[in-house]
């Protein structure tokens, strides 16, 4: 069974610092990765993914992902914290692959920023 | 593109009353999931459906819960009776199978049971 674990339930950083959120993932087959970022009273919006290619993954608003094999990680990262980053991030993975199986989520960071 | 329709936004109900929920994909999309969020189990997936039919219930956690899926446009989830333990937040999400992973959430019902 896959799963997934976030390091840290919240996490602060100052604005201009950078932001680092760990994710480990487990999977018995290679995996489709994830990074969604939930603000207050709204769904979950996808941030960036890994599914094949090259490990270092760009998504949006600045945020890119290294997808590491040998230790089982995806971390995001972004250089620069805006006050607008400040929001609820799920690390997810897939085993199935394609767009029609369920994700497993990780418990959740939540993200502050400090001004 | 309206993007994925889950209505109502917020519910609150008694304790043993019928509770519906309803989800409209987005067009063109053939897979749709159903999750459940709570501050102590996090994100959990109850149910998807593939081109209308269930593939993995499995995570639907009693027999007072049931999902259907008339259409490509509809679906509902329901809770009879409710109990103050389903109180969460319920996602809608869905996604074009042939298409690279990942799925559009909704915005979430908020279930709160009294």
């Known amino acids: 069974a896959q799963s997934v674990t976030q390091l840290g339930s919240h996490v602060s950083v100052s604005e201009g610092a950078l932001v680092l959120l760990r994710c480990n993932y487990s999977s018995s087959v290679p995996p489709y990765l994830f990074w969604y970022v939930q603000y207050p009273n709204q769904g979950l919006q996808l941030l960036l993914k890994y599914t094949t290619g090259a490990t270092l993954v760009k998504g949006i608003n600045g945020f890119e992902a290294e997808f590491k094999k040998s230790e089982t990680s995806f971390h995001l990262t972004k250089p620069s914290a805006h006050m607008s980053d400040a929001a609820e991030y799920f690390c997810a993975v897939s085993d199935k692959g394609g767009g029609a199986d369920g994700l497993t989520f990780g418990k959740g960071t939540h993200l502050i920023i400090q001004p | 593109d309206a993007g994925v329709i889950q209505s109502p936004r917020h519910e609150v109900t008694e304790m043993g009353q019928e509770v519906t929920l309803r989800c409209k994909p987005i067009?063109?999309?053939?897979?749709l999931f159903w999750y459940r969020q709570t501050m102590m189990r996090g994100l959990e997936l109850l149910i998807y459906?593939?081109?209308?039919?269930?593939?993995?219930d499995s995570g639907m956690p009693e027999d007072r819960f049931s999902a259907k899926m008339p259409n490509a446009s509809f679906s509902t989830l329901k809770i009879q009776p409710s109990e103050p333990r389903d109180s969460a937040v319920y996602f809608c999400?869905?996604?074009?199978?042939?298409?690279?992973?990942?799925?559009?959430f909704g915005s979430g019902t908020r279930l709160t049971v009294v």
């Open positions: 459906f593939n081109n209308n039919v269930p593939i993995d």
């Open positions: 067009s063109g999309h053939n897979s």
């Open positions: 999400a869905s996604s074009l199978r042939s298409a690279s992973p990942g799925y559009t």
